[in-house]
């Protein structure tokens, strides 16, 4: 008699999690470790926003909440998703969660039915498929690589879609390639979606970090894709703000909004009371210069790893508009990743994430979310692994 559902049985662990986990046991150990895995900002939460949660913790701002959020909270998300998005969205289409992960677990299991078909870009991040597949959806997964910067074409849009396909996960910027669409792909791939029944989940966390193209919410392309797009976002990537899982969901459709506070409510109830005050700081106009700050960083840091990758014999990175992640090509040297970052990491005590576990062999993922000085030894010690192999 086997004790696990066989929902639960096909379950995978984050790969992201479990390498970023390991390289902290490691350090922990006494190993010399650089650390390219972990998807989190390396800065600290800006101190507006951590005065924030003193003060509610001080005034004894620690009960139950409302399932889906104070008001004062979703309003500021409203706000937030006006001024810089340009979307209008009334507090009442607005959830907040756990992380955008629960946002996106919670849409999951609300739009998708048994045998639904939902589409994936690959590379894509690892939890998408997992989540899709424990809601009952199938997996319809679009290949990308390095030849199209990652991104999909209209053309392979409109071949993916069936009379079954419920959803579209479109990332931009994108993790694990850091691509970011422009305007005009967006409403080109918005020209397939029309007079369909396809809904789009825009996950939207990395929106703040781009470094070359202006970012564009997807739900902003027109009315036909405010009405068939669920935005998802949250403050952990763009203000440092990992631990504190706060992540939000907006949508004009109410029913999903009802069904998903209703399994919030069976579930995990409200999230953290104290995050909830401290997200209204990390949403508001004030948190900017802290922004700018951490893009500004990023972006050197960028420049600096994309030159060098490329001057090493065997390997080769597309220069990424958006997010902190470069999605290096190791096909030259080797066709398992798994293998590539093992070794590297026994070898070099350098942590990266094996391409596979986006969907997409023949790369490693790594983050440059670290210090300069991590990023320069670090690069020193996969140029020395990749001479030896
Ligand atoms: N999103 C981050 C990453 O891809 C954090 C880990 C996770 O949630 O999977 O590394």
Redesign the pocket.
């Given at each position: 008699m086997g004790v696990l559902s066989k929902r639960a049985g096909q379950l995978a662990e984050?790969i992201?999690?479990a390498i970023?986990t390991l390289a902290g046991e490691l350090k922990r150990e006494g190993r010399d470790i650089i650390s390219f895995?972990?998807?989190?900002p390396d800065f600290d939460t800006p101190q507006q926003i951590k005065n924030s949660a003193i003060d509610a913790i001080n005034s004894g701002f620690t009960k139950y909440t409302a399932v889906d959020g104070i008001p004062e909270l979703k309003k500021a998300v409203a706000d937030k998703l006006k001024r810089e998005n340009g979307l209008i969205y009334e507090p009442k289409h607005i959830i907040v969660s756990n992380?955008a992960?629960h946002s996106i677990f919670n849409l999951f299991q609300t739009i998708i039915d048994d045998g639904d078909e939902v589409i994936i870009p690959s590379p894509y991040?690892?939890?998408y498929p997992e989540l899709v597949v424990y809601s009952g959806g199938k997996v319809v997964e679009i290949k990308t690589d390095d030849s199209s910067n990652f991104k999909i074409t209209p053309e392979q849009l409109k071949n993916a879609i069936t009379p079954k396909t419920k959803l579209l996960v479109l990332t931009s910027p994108s993790?694990?390639t850091g691509a970011v669409y422009s305007r005009d792909e967006l409403v080109a791939l918005s020209e397939v979606l029309k007079n369909t029944n396809v809904f789009v989940a825009s996950d939207e966390?990395y929106e703040k970090l781009v470094y070359d193209d202006k970012f564009i919410s997807t739900a902003s392309i027109s009315e036909d894709m405010y009405n068939r797009t669920i935005t998802i976002n949250g403050l952990?990537?763009s203000v440092a703000m990992?631990g504190w899982r706060f992540g939000y969901l907006a949508t004009p459709h109410l029913e999903l909004i009802t069904a998903m506070r209703n399994l919030q409510s069976q579930s995990t109830s409200n999230i953290n009371s104290i995050t909830q005050k401290a997200s209204i700081v990390g949403l508001s106009a004030e948190i900017a210069p802290e922004v700018e700050k951490m893009v500004k960083a990023f972006h050197e840091r960028r420049d600096y790893a994309v030159s060098r990758i490329n001057s090493i014999d065997g390997l080769s990175v597309v220069k990424p508009a958006g997010a902190f992640y470069l999605f290096v090509n190791i096909s030259k040297i080797s066709n398992d990743s798994m293998k590539f970052s093992k070794d590297l990491l026994n070898n070099e005590g350098v942590a990266v994430?094996p391409g596979v576990g986006f969907g997409a062999e023949g790369y490693i993922r790594m983050?440059f979310a670290t210090s300069m000085k991590n990023i320069e030894n670090g690069l020193n010690r996969l140029e020395k692994f990749v001479k030896s192999i």
């Open positions: 984050s992201t999690i970023t895995s972990a998807g989190e992380g992960k991040w690892v939890t993790n694990p966390m952990s990537k990992t994430v983050s």
